[in-house]
Every structure is written in C-alpha cells, then in structure tokens.
C-alpha cells in the first residue's frame, strides 16, 4: 500500500479454479479451441458431424468451426462421393456398350444396380454401420458386382434371341442356363468377404463395412438378379429400336 506495508491478495481480487488451455491456441491466425469427440452408439460420424453444424449455426457471431484430422477427410471424401458413384456407372455402361456395340443391352444391365446397391444400404442399416468411407468403397465395388451377374444373363439372352427365340422365351431360358453359374460365383465371392464381415479387434470397423455393404449387395444382386434382369432385358428390348439384320454372307467356290 502506500505505507510499503503488505496487502492480502483477497482485498482487492477474488481467486478460483477453472480450466483452460496451458498455451494460446491459434487455428489460421484465429483464436481457436480444439474438440474432439466421437458419435454415440448406433449414430454415424456423418450424422453426428452435421448435429455439431447445426450447434455451431447458433452459436454468437464471430464464432465459426473447421474441420481437422479424420472429420476433415470424412467432409472431403463424402463430398466427393456423388461424383465417383456418377463416373463408376459411366464407365461400366461405356464398356458395356463398346462389348455389345449396342445402347440397349447395357441399359438392361445397369438397371439392376440399385437392387445391389439397395442390398448393401439394408444390411449396414441392420448392423448398425455408419455410412462412412469404407462402406463407400464397398457400394462402388457393388456396382461391378451386380453388373457382372446381370452380364451373365443378358448375354446367353441376346444370343438366344438372335437365334430365333422369342424375348420373354429367350430371357426365360437364359436365366435358367446361367442359375447355376450365378449362384457358383456369388457364393464364393461372400464367403471370401465374411472374414472380413465378422472381423474383430483393432481396425475391425473399417474392414466389417466393407465385408457386410459388399455382402448384403451381392446377395441382394444375386437373388434380385434372376428375378429382375430377364424382365429388363424384355422391357427395355421392346422399347429399344429395332436394329437392321445383317446381311447373309454368300459363299464363293473358288475353283
């Protein structure tokens, strides 16, 4: 004081514990705070992260949040998704269409993708996966799963039909031919994905999205398959323009 005599601290200032940062936290030369967290059970990280924007909405002006670390790569591939779904189908029907040198048949191919893709949604929302990147990588290899059991059975179809059957008897008949076949594949293909279905331990989410999405897809496919695609193949044969025959080759004897 002004006598050079001591004072007691609680005279002139109150004291408590609270908590804080040890250091000044700077994110892009803003003062900032670092959150982390995770989803609750049964909640994906994607519907969490989108809950915590929702707060943020609310929160005073001058307060904002980014993204850093896992949350940052999730926002950016789930961004990225809709594209990489749209190019992946672009080139299966492309390939489809150079293969068969025909607009039609790829079309009755690719309609049973969303059976597969349908499939694969079913099963994740049954376990109780979220709906994150790795299940993402597992829908786009369901989209050349289904495609390919569909391809076994258009293909026997178009061959028959050129033949002279029918299209409801050549669509019928190839189904039958290719079941065996169709069921063969499938079968081996989810028993080499169950180990990963039923993994366990550390790094078992990433490996149990991929193994259940591309399980439920390919069974979805499978069964929906043998059902769906002769009746594509119908449809949209008759809706398709019909194409010139080729002309008959002559044969020339050459003496």
């Known amino acids: 004081n002004a006598n050079g005599e001591m004072v007691p601290f609680s005279a002139f200032a109150k004291t408590h514990w609270t908590y804080g940062s040890p250091r000044l936290e700077r994110f892009n030369g803003s003062a900032s705070r670092q959150i982390q967290g995770s989803a609750a059970p049964g909640v994906s990280s994607g519907d969490a992260m989108a809950e ?12 904002g949040h980014e993204w850093t670390g896992l949350s940052y790569e999730e926002r950016q591939a789930g961004a990225q998704a809709p594209a990489l779904y749209a190019l992946s ?3 299966v029907f492309l390939c489809l269409a150079a293969l068969y040198e025909s607009w039609s048949i790829p079309i009755s191919v690719m309609l049973v993708v969303p059976l597969g893709v349908l499939g694969a949604v079913l099963a994740a929302t049954m376990t109780g996966l979220s709906n994150d ?20 059975i258009v293909e026997f179809a178009k061959s028959l039909y050129e033949r002279g059957e029918s299209l409801a008897d050549a669509a019928s008949h ?6 065996r076949p169709i069921i063969m594949t499938s079968l081996a293909f989810t028993l080499g994905v169950l180990p990963l279905a039923i993994a366990s331990g550390p790094g078992s989410g990433s490996q149990n999205a991929i193994g259940i999405g591309v399980m439920g897809g390919m069974i979805s496919a499978t069964i929906l398959a043998i059902f769906f695609v002769p009746l594509f193949f119908v449809v949209v044969q008759r809706f398709a323009p019909k194409q010139a025959a080729p002309a008959s080759m ?5 003496d």
């Open 250 to 254: 002559q044969e020339t004897e050459i």
């Open 174 to 179: 190839a189904a039958q031919l290719r079941l």
């Open 89 to 91: 189908l672009l080139f």
């Open 133 to 152: 990147v790795y299940f993402q990588v597992g829908l786009l290899v369901t989209i050349g799963l289904a495609a390919k059991n569909a391809i076994l």
């Open 52 to 63: 915590m924007e929702n707060l943020m909405e609310k929160l005073p002006e001058g307060v």
